[in-house]
């Protein structure tokens, strides 16, 4: 069973970073493609970035391009987001999500309704 848990959140001052870490403690065999989302008060949520298994295919949204970086370690069942050059707009509980997948190559998944599993969210916020 996939239990994804999310660490890394906090309070930060614009202009500075933070990395997000998404250990998914369930999941033994298998391939899964992974993904960062995020929902601001009052807002939709959107995916901030995605990636492939075999972590050669990412995916960023237009919002976070050339600030955040989306990585993962296999051995360690972990995904992570490092979100550098932080904006007051990149406010925002943030979600890791995971769907398995049959695929160990470049493939990934952009949408919300593409995942079945999400982890509990963990608070950013960036002062200005």
């Known amino acids: 069973q996939v239990q994804l848990v999310e660490s890394g959140g906090g309070l930060v001052q614009a202009g500075g970073s933070l990395r997000l870490s998404c250990a998914d403690s369930g999941r033994t065999v298998g391939y899964d493609v992974g993904g960062w989302f995020r929902q601001a008060p009052g807002k939709e949520r959107e995916v901030a970035a995605a990636?492939?298994?075999?972590?050669?295919?990412?995916y960023y949204g237009d919002s976070v391009k050339g600030r955040f970086s989306i990585s993962r370690d296999n051995a360690k069942n972990t995904v992570y987001l490092q979100m550098n050059s932080l904006k007051p707009e990149d406010t925002a509980v943030y979600y890791c999500?995971?769907?398995?997948?049959?695929?160990?190559?470049?493939?990934?998944?952009?949408?919300?309704?593409?995942?079945?599993?999400w982890g509990q969210g963990t608070q950013v916020t960036v002062s200005s």
């Open positions: 990636i492939s298994w075999n972590g050669r295919s990412t």
């Open positions: 999500a995971a769907q398995p997948t049959t695929y160990s190559g470049a493939y990934l998944r952009r949408q919300i309704n593409e995942y079945t599993y």
